[in-house]
């Protein structure tokens, strides 16, 4: 989607320095945007995680559409577009995980494994044995390490 945004009056809580009343900004589809790094230090505190108010006074609006918009060349060649836009991410740090989709799997198997040697105990008691919920995976690991793996 692309997503036209303006601000007619107060204060846009996702740029509180940079957006004012009167601007307007165009993102394209696929282009990155989104609050600046203090605004987004602020909202992920701890303290922060409780509902707010916006001003009462602040007026913004947003259209997002599939279709793409056209840009005259008076407004492509305006000196009112900030050319240092992509400046107010310096300093955002990554919170992802490279490795989330291993780990995934990691849990995914492990869960498994417990789901197995429960399944083991169940039937091991039903027919009769009262053999530990763990010892058929134990006794797997003894025989494999045994193989000098």
């Known amino acids: ?7 007619v009056r107060g204060v846009y809580e996702a740029k ?3 957006f004012l009343p009167g ?4 993102h394209m589809c696929m282009t990155p945007h989104g609050p600046d790094v203090p605004t987004y230090t602020a909202a992920t505190r701890e ?10 006074c602040t007026l913004a609006f947003m259209f997002e559409v599939s279709l793409t918009p056209r ?17 107010c991410w310096w300093g955002l740090k990554s919170h ?3 490795d989330w989709y291993l780990k995934k799997q990691q849990r995914q198997q492990e869960q498994q494994r417990e ?4 399944q083991n105990g169940k039937q091991a008691a039903a027919d009769g044995g009262m053999a530990p919920i763990g010892l058929v995976d134990s006794l ?7 193989t000098g793996r």
Do not use: H, W
Not at 140 to 146: E, R
């Open 23 to 26: 601007g307007a900004s165009l």
């Open 47 to 56: 303290d922060s995680q409780q509902p707010m108010r916006l001003d009462p």
């Open 1 to 7: 989607m692309n997503e036209f945004m303006g601000l």
């Open 16 to 18: 509180q320095d940079g």
């Open 71 to 87: 840009v005259t060349p008076a407004a492509l060649g305006s000196p009112c577009i900030d050319q240092d836009y992509y400046k």
């Open 115 to 118: 789901k197995e040697q429960m």
């Open 140 to 146: 797997k690991s003894v025989v494999v390490s045994g």
């Open 96 to 98: 992802f995980d490279r």
